[in-house]
């Protein structure tokens, strides 16, 4: 298939996710928490999640239809983790929209949040499948993980001696852990064998650890309009990202010193928000850490495309091959 | 049996549940929400639901042990709707001890409710039954159910013009549905007949009717210490209970005018606080709102138990009706 192909393949599969999406809300609920509900499944977004669990089923026989409910069941449970972590960050925005407990308050946001991890279990146990609860566990699992690596994220904010281990930690449990859930659940239902379940897991194990870094990576060099954050929001906010992590244990004398500063409170009294961000921006570039996000980034794609080769060859996987690099080559 | 047999039969349930619900929180999680889970799933309260399940179970013929995880999955879930209201009512106080989002921050209480959450879905997965998945299709609709019922409590607070119906709609939601979901879900993990299911289920919805309007009774007539609540507290509130809602429905003159002023803001420029409780609590005995609340309470009650006329006699069944009586008839 052709780039091109796949990019109408994948607005496809994104057409088929939005829809079935679009009737899970509950009618005749209480007006605010539906309205909230609709507005979060409505947002947008890649709606990766989902893509990978159809293309994981596919790649290994499985039929499409199959995974569609497991799919939008994944995708509305990481828009809960969303919707929550944007009231625990304070978060403005979310893919250029105001945020739940802004357009509306606190309240409505934290309990369409509950709402959506209850809807995202009703999804997913509209899948047919001969061991349905064992599915269940394995998706309970993941909304543990992801929990806990918000838990952690939370208190990485509060301590400066954070170590790039802990980090990978962190992610592996907030981001990977989706995205393994997703290939994992895909290949599943497409009653793939034990390795190519093992193998599809790891997949979105190393997909899901290049693409927040690839994330981390984006604050410093994305172009503001098509991300939709503000280019450098993770600096202002003294994020422990990949970059700042391993540039504050990079960096030496004046620069490190700076760094402990914006880690302890991101840019307040350290002058201009423009200025702080071009000053970190040239430290993470002066010390080769920019570069060595990229080398990670490609490292870890690699891993992710060889456990590809326990998959029969066939359009599924040449598509999942096509997105993990459109995924960690994207500027947005 | 005689009463003292029945509450020495509560108490080893009781303890059979704590020691079971003892080990679910997981170790090496991050501290803070770890240590904020084991707080809220060792706060004692009744354990009310998951004794319901138990004895549900007991009563149609089943084995308790059977019911064990599925009782403590109703639990945990409970508790997860707890502290997130706790957040939302701006509580300071749970059982008598500081609540998490005031012990520890909100960020914790929102994210250790979720934890929870999480967590009643694993317990629930530890159950054997042979259409396990229906049993997670009942506990994910009452999920919901609940989180509706506390966004028309939340609306509430915004109206005066709650009418008596939409009171009892948001009752049967957020109170009424988890007893019924623990009566039902006790039944079919018992083995109970189609019919007896049903009952069991209408048994959880009387009761959690008659339980809930006695929650209100007693913000005006408990004893303080034994209630664990300010008494008053609701009033002071303006909270919509079955008492201000059908008082301000009968009420005329300056009393319907004193108790809209009270549901527009609560005792705020009313005087007193304690002026204000004895001024409502005269209204509520003068126009009989306390002796109607009183009868409805009976009637419910009444329902739950004919309800159990389905049931072979025995035992749990003895016990069903002596913790119904026991429950409407607390002044704590």
Known sequence: MTPARFERRLDVLRLMVDRRLATIVQKNGPADLTDACRYLLSGGGKRL????????????????????????????????????????????????RQTVHLRWDINTALLSGDVLLGLSYRQLLRTRHRSLPSLVALFTAAVLEVCEGQ?????????????????????????GRLMSLSSELGA?????????????????????????????????????????????????????????????????????????????????????PRAVVRRVTE?????????????????????????????????ASAMLRWLSEALVNRAF
Chains 1, 2 share one sequence.
């Open 49 to 96: 999640r989902a893509i990978l669990v159809l293309l994981s089923c596919d790649a290994v026989g499985g039929k499409i239809r199959a995974a569609l409910d497991a799919g939008c069941a994944v995708e509305v449970m990481h828009n809960f983790t969303l919707v929550h972590d944007d009231i625990m960050d304070h978060a403005q925005t979310r893919r250029g």
């Open 151 to 175: 838990a952690m994220d939370l208190e990485f904010e509060r301590r400066t001696d954070v170590s790039l281990g802990e980090y990978f930690t962190m992610i592996e449990k907030k981001t």
């Open 188 to 272: 599943l239902l497409g009653g793939g064998s034990k390795v190519q379940v093992q193998s599809m897991r790891k997949f979105g194990h190393y997909l899901g650890r290049a693409f927040q870094i690839q994330d981390d990576l984006l604050d410093v060099l994305a172009d503001e309009k098509r991300f939709g954050k503000r280019v450098g929001g993770d600096i202002l906010e003294g994020k422990r990202t990949f970059l700042l992590l391993r540039a504050a244990e990079t960096a030496r004398g004046r620069d490190r010193e700076y760094l402990r500063r914006v880690m302890r409170g991101g840019a307040r009294g350290l002058g201009s």
């Open 283 to 315: 430290i993470y570039e002066h010390y080769g850490v920019v570069s060595e996000a990229k080398s990670l980034i490609a490292r870890n794609t690699r891993h992710a495309l060889a456990t590809l080769d326990a998959l029969p060859t066939g359009n």
